[in-house]
């Protein structure tokens, strides 16, 4: 049964790893990806809003999507708001497919549409200010290849 969650609390890569794949019979390829702030220089944090219900839904909505297009076994995506910093984890995508190609397809997917689609908006603040982040043609580009 696929899982969304947005949150604001950190999550532990290893614990939501080991209880996705645990007691797994049903596929052969598992595939995790954590998504991390990173700096580009000198954020001092990033702040990330979104509409409770509707981002959920939108994003169940492309879990939904993946499941059918790669015959998934199970979906897992995590995303976080709030504010966070430099390192700190900022999302989660696991894929179970029978086999890995699906599974690395489908998790590929997955990452490319929260990038680029998801309904959130972030705020970076940095040496500089403050600067809402605006969309970038390489993720638009990405999407477009599924």
Not at 21 to 34: I, P, Q
Not at 42 to 58: D, Q
Not at 80 to 107: C, K, N, Q, Y
Request: hydrophobic share 45%; aromatic share 8%; glycine share 8%.
């Amino acid at each position: 049964m696929p899982v969304v969650r947005v949150q604001s609390e950190p999550f532990s890569l290893g614990d939501e790893a080991e209880a996705f794949a645990k007691g797994r019979t049903d596929a052969g390829g598992l595939v995790t990806f954590t998504g991390v702030v990173r700096d580009t220089g000198g954020l001092a944090r990033m702040e990330i809003e979104h509409y409770p219900g509707m981002t959920e839904k939108a994003i169940a909505g492309m879990v939904d999507t993946a499941m059918a297009r790669w015959d998934l076994a199970d979906a897992l995506v995590i995303h976080r708001h709030g504010t966070l910093a430099p390192g700190d984890r900022i999302m989660m995508v696991a894929t179970a497919s029978r086999h890995r190609v699906a599974a690395f397809e489908a998790a590929e997917f997955l990452m490319d549409y929260l990038k680029s689609r998801a309904p959130f908006w972030k705020k970076e603040f940095g040496p500089d200010g403050a600067a809402w982040v605006a969309a970038k043609d390489e993720d638009e580009d990405a999407l477009s290849r599924w």
